[in-house]
């Protein structure tokens, strides 16, 4: 049976919980990687990805980088708790 790259990455995730389950470190470098990762994004988002056709665009724009930034702030808060 071929999953391909959707498989793979599930399986992949799987692995990674069960293990990060089992030794805190790895669970503490997979928090670092979302971390990175998730900045480069937000990196990207706000300097790249800001419409600016008219002022409703930039407005509405903005209000869902604020919505993005505010779910990282809450990813973050619940990773430190668990």
Do not use: D
């Not at 049976?1 to 669970?27: D, N, R």
């Amino acid at each position: 049976l071929i999953l391909g790259i959707e498989g793979a990455l599930l399986f992949l995730t799987v692995v990674c919980f069960y293990l990060g389950k089992k030794y805190h470190i790895l669970k503490q470098v997979l928090i670092v990687l979302y971390i990175v990762t998730m900045a480069v994004y937000l990196i990207w988002r706000i300097g790249w990805t800001i419409p600016t056709n008219n002022v409703l665009s930039i407005i509405l724009g903005i209000i869902l980088v604020l919505a993005e930034l505010g779910s990282f702030c809450l990813s973050l808060v619940f990773y430190r708790m668990f």
